[in-house]
T-cell receptor, first 113, second 113 residues
């Protein structure tokens, strides 16, 4: 089975610009997650979707970050405007359901200049 | 209470040796403990997971030991190989609500040939 697909793999922008990341989960997986992984740290959950509904966005900086999962499949994560502290790898994961193991994509490495 | 503390931060082991990584948690509501392996430029990959109803789980060269009373669990890699050189993350989640994962800070393992 195909894994979680993410694009782009790398992105370099200047602070205050906007950026968007795309994720295509494993086929049939109802739950989708976006994580932020800062260098040298473990992944931190930003938002969790069950189908196209949000079940947890408690750690999402909602003043600058937004995410959507239209039709319960693909998802996009947007940052606007970006800050230097947003430099990180943004990982997307999916699971068959919320209590099933999570499978990760290879992430998008974001650098803010 | 939501933290998972992981140690050591880095570990160097000779080929054929045993690698041991430890994690500790406070929240007794956690009841699922996965370990992930991450290579540079790749997303975390599920290695092995355990629930508190067993004290040990073994899959090939990888073993999780779980001490419920001490609220600790550890990953043992037997006969460590250079190909095991990666960053390892423990995580914990609760079987209620959103089942979200709380990750440890990671252990960078280097196995010398």
């Amino acid at each position: 089975e195909a894994g979680v697909a993410q694009s782009p793999r790398y992105k370099i922008i200047e602070k205050r610009q906007s950026v968007a990341f795309w994720c295509n989960p494993i086929s049939g997986h109802a739950t989708l997650y976006w994580y932020q992984q800062i260098l040298g740290q473990g992944p931190k959950l930003l938002i969790q979707f069950q189908n196209n509904g949000v079940v947890d966005d408690s750690q999402l900086p909602k003043d600058r970050f937004s995410a959507e999962r239209l039709k319960g499949v693909d998802s996009t994560l947007k940052i606007q405007p970006a800050k230097l502290e947003d430099s990180a790898v943004y990982l997307c994961a999916s699971s068959r359901d919320s209590y099933q193991p999570q499978h990760f994509g290879d992430g998008t490495r974001l650098s803010i200049l | 209470q939501q933290q998972v503390k992981q140690s050591p931060q880095s570990l160097i082991v000779q080929k054929g040796g045993i690698s041991i990584i430890n994690c500790a948690y406070e929240n007794t509501a956690f009841d699922y403990f996965p370990w992930y392996q991450q290579f540079p430029g790749k997303g975390p990959a599920l290695l092995i997971a355990i629930r508190p109803d067993v004290s040990e789980k073994k899959e090939g060269r990888f073993t999780i030991s779980f001490n419920k009373s001490a609220k600790q669990f550890s990953l043992h890699i037997m006969d460590s190989q250079p190909g095991d050189s990666a960053t390892y993350f423990c995580a914990a989640s609760m079987a209620s609500g959103t089942y979200k994962y709380i990750f440890g800070t990671g252990t960078r393992l280097k196995v010398l040939a």
